[in-house]
């Protein structure tokens, strides 16, 4: 029932700056939780930031102090705010909500040059 639909994604060099949007068809005030997985080629998807229902927020150390996760629920939108992107950012950036079942996007992807 719930659609989840990324952009943002881009081609940036290293240092720069990227921010993702995820826009839900339906509101996201209820949802369980909601957040932003990456995966590089070759490689499992990683879960890179979270919001929970509860108010803990999650952030895989390697991007703490880089990434932001926000939300504006009036727009059923969460967003992922990157700064001091490294090529080790590259890969493609997935949307992720839980409302009782899990939802996911299609994918942005994101491309940092060194």
């Known amino acids: 029932q719930v659609q989840l639909v990324e952009s943002g994604g881009g081609l940036v060099q290293a240092g720069g700056s990227l921010r993702l949007s995820c826009a839900a068809s339906?509101?996201?005030?209820?949802?369980?939780?909601m957040g932003w997985y990456h995966q590089a080629p070759g490689k499992q998807r990683d879960l890179v930031a979270r919001?929970?229902?509860?108010?803990?927020?999650y952030y895989l150390d390697s991007v703490k102090g880089r990434f932001t996760i926000s939300s504006d629920s009036a727009k059923n939108t969460v967003y992922l705010q990157m700064n001091s992107l490294k090529p080790e950012d590259t890969g493609v950036y997935y949307c992720h909500a839980n409302q009782g079942y899990d939802y996911w996007g299609k994918g942005t992807q994101v491309t940092v040059s060194s």
């Open positions: 339906r509101n996201i005030f209820n949802f369980n939780s």
């Open positions: 919001f929970t229902s509860g108010g803990i927020t």
